[in-house]
């Protein structure tokens, strides 16, 4: 890893990841490789070999025209997808490797589309998967006068990171062929902040995003036993998630998303929310290793410990008709307040807090506390 330093390869390989559970971060992966590159042309693009027509496109330093005309006529022509297509995916090769360079120098998509940007030409790249004859790749080009260091760095990159792209792209297929009711994706894919576990029906981890590997790290809530299994502190919350798991075993779709609330220290509650998915036969097969043998699986997120859980009553008052009084009273049980802390607070009776909070439980269909937070920790942003 002698041409790009190892904080540099850590934050690539987290993007990387990242991206793995939320797609919009291709975009992010591509411009961090950008910054790391200096000066290198790059492009993560679908291209459909039948039709020979671009299928959308992640960019850096391409000029917006030129990127137009590729869409409309380029794509068409250019050599490197039929040069791509007999090679294995994440098989990363210079330029020069994949075309003859005298016909590349000689042809179209060169001359008309390339060398006008800054006479580049040369680089690397790879297939990341090909299905159906829709091939996503993932490429650089570079300025011919620094083609032969630049080409060494980005092929040493793609061929460093090609692992992991991997094992993120199998992830992203697996994630975006389930059935997630939209609110839990949003929650479990989107909001940063959130500590996501992908596991398999015995509770191994198959994967950890950021915050969920820094939560491991502390060890206070979550940690691994010796099977790499995710053990909670909390005892309690620890035989919910292993009898949901259970259930997921047996059927994975026919049970919805669990909730339950987990301490994670003293005084400190999150929301954790268990969503099932599963495999089909075809990507279970492609994606065997990440799933250790089984295609039941599941996605828990451990919400933001801190959240603005005020934000919240807007969606209550929206979706439940709670009125100002009783969105407060909602808001309050899902911070944990007492409800005899909660009368003194806004010097109303105790009696009437309960009566609201009645209420509440009525509109919103919940009956517990417990149910009531998990419900206002989904809602908050």
Not at 45 to 54: I, K, P, T, V
């Amino acid at each position: 890893m002698a041409q790009i330093s190892l904080e540099q390869f850590n934050g690539l390989v987290d993007t990387i990841y990242s991206a793995g559970a939320d797609p919009a971060k291709w975009h992010e992966l591509v411009d961090q490789l950008d910054r790391v590159l200096d000066g290198v042309y790059l492009t993560l693009y679908g291209h459909d070999m039948r039709s020979g027509l671009a299928m959308g496109q992640i960019t850096s330093r391409y000029s917006q025209e030129y990127l137009d005309r590729y869409i409309e006529y380029y794509s068409q022509i250019n050599p490197f997808p039929k040069a791509m297509a007999h090679l294995q995916p994440m098989d990363f090769r210079a330029c020069g490797q994949k075309i003859d360079r005298s016909a590349f120098m000689n042809s179209e998509f060169y001359n008309d589309f390339l060398k006008p940007q800054e006479n580049i030409g040369g680089g690397a790249g790879g297939m990341l998967c090909n299905t159906q004859d829709q091939m996503l790749i993932l490429a650089g080009h570079v300025r011919l006068k620094q083609e032969e260091k630049k080409t060494e760095l980005l092929l040493e990159t793609f061929n460093l990171l090609a692992p992991h792209i991997r094992r993120a792209f199998e992830m992203q297929r697996v994630l975006q062929g389930q059935k997630i009711e939209a609110r839990v994706a949003e929650l479990a894919l989107d909001r940063v902040g959130h500590s996501v576990f992908l596991l398999n029906d015995q509770a191994k981890i198959l994967f950890a995003n950021g915050s969920a590997r820094k939560l491991l790290r502390l060890g206070h809530a979550v940690r691994e036993d010796r099977e790499k299994r995710l053990c909670l502190r909390d005892q309690h919350a620890e035989t919910l998630m292993m009898r949901a798991l259970a259930h997921r075993e047996h059927d994975s779709l026919a049970v919805g998303a669990a909730s339950f609330v987990v301490q994670i220290e003293a005084g400190v509650r999150v929301v954790a929310t268990l969503n099932p998915f599963r495999l089909d036969d075809e990507i279970a097969s492609e994606a065997s290793f990440l799933m250790d043998g089984g295609n039941a699986a599941s996605i828990l997120v451990l919400a933001n410990a801190k959240p603005e859980l005020a934000a919240a009553s807007e969606a209550l008052a929206l979706l439940y008709n709670l009125t100002p009084a009783e969105c407060g009273i909602a808001v309050a049980v899902a911070r944990g307040e007492a409800l005899l802390d909660i009368s003194g607070r806004k010097n109303i009776s105790l009696n009437t807090v309960r009566n609201q909070l009645k209420s509440v439980y009525d509109k919103s269909g919940v009956r517990s506390q417990s149910a009531l937070t998990a419900l206002v920790h989904r809602l908050a942003p």
